[in-house]
């Protein structure tokens, strides 16, 4: 009995070893030497099927009724094809990846997505990128760089005018273009005309000591 028993024992052993149809050890052999096999392809021939999955890709995302625009952001032209619907911030962000500009509530209340449009402070969140062909957009990163910074960048830092950073690009850019506005010199007068820009942090006297800072030099 205790003979039979090892036999079965040995039998479902071995019925496990030798499993019939795909293994996980089989399917990971065959897997490795479909890698190898991509990886022998000459150059020339990896570049095409990239290009061509790109190319299908691209026309998979393609939006109907897509339509060319000229922006020209930080000095630099681009050229693309854009859904009507596409708001500049979107623009900004998503198919230009220049994420300077914030995303906060996305209807105009926070300030958080303030850029330039020809010198004049915009909320990007509430504009059509189709609207501003061959305007000259200013984002954060086209008013200074940390070893280069605007007056107004350097006087946040000095004044310590941050808490967690969300707001602050768009503070600085209406801050900025403050200093080509008329307004009264007082701190009411600041904080009327920085009223669209929300600090949810409460930074707002360090921010109001920042643009005075800035102004005293004007």
């Known amino acids: 009995m205790a003979k039979m028993d090892r036999e079965d024992s040995d039998g479902m052993r071995s019925g496990r070893e030798k499993p019939s149809g795909v293994t996980r050890r089989s399917f990971l052999r065959h897997l490795g030497a479909a890698g190898f096999a991509a990886a022998a392809l000459p150059r020339g021939a990896r570049a095409d099927e990239m290009a061509r999955e ?30 009507p619907r596409t708001t500049l911030l979107d623009c900004l962000r998503e ?10 509530c996305d209807h ?22 189709v609207m501003h062909d061959g ?5 954060i990163e086209g008013l ?6 605007h007056p107004m960048q350097q006087a946040f830092v000095d004044c310590d005018a941050y808490q967690c950073g969300y707001c602050t690009s768009g503070q600085i850019m209406s ?8 307004c009264g010199h007082g701190v009411d007068d600041i904080r009327e005309a920085m009223s669209g820009n929300i600090c949810r942090c409460g930074a707002y006297p ?9 102004r005293s030099k004007a």
């Open 95 to 104: 198919n230009l990846n220049i994420t300077g500009t914030k995303k906060g």
């Open 54 to 83: 790109e190319k299908a890709q691209n026309s998979m995302t393609m939006v109907a009724g897509a339509i060319p625009v000229t922006l020209i952001i930080n000095k630099k032209k681009h050229s693309l094809k854009l859904d």
């Open 135 to 139: 305007d000259e957009i200013t984002t």
């Open 108 to 129: 105009g209340q926070c300030g958080a997505c303030t850029v330039h449009v020809n010198g004049r402070r915009v909320n990007s969140c509430l504009t059509l990128a």
């Open 206 to 214: 360090n921010i109001i000591a920042a643009i005075q800072q800035v």
């Open 175 to 182: 801050a900025t273009a403050l200093l080509d506005e008329p």
């Open 144 to 149: 200074g760089q940390p070893d280069n910074m």
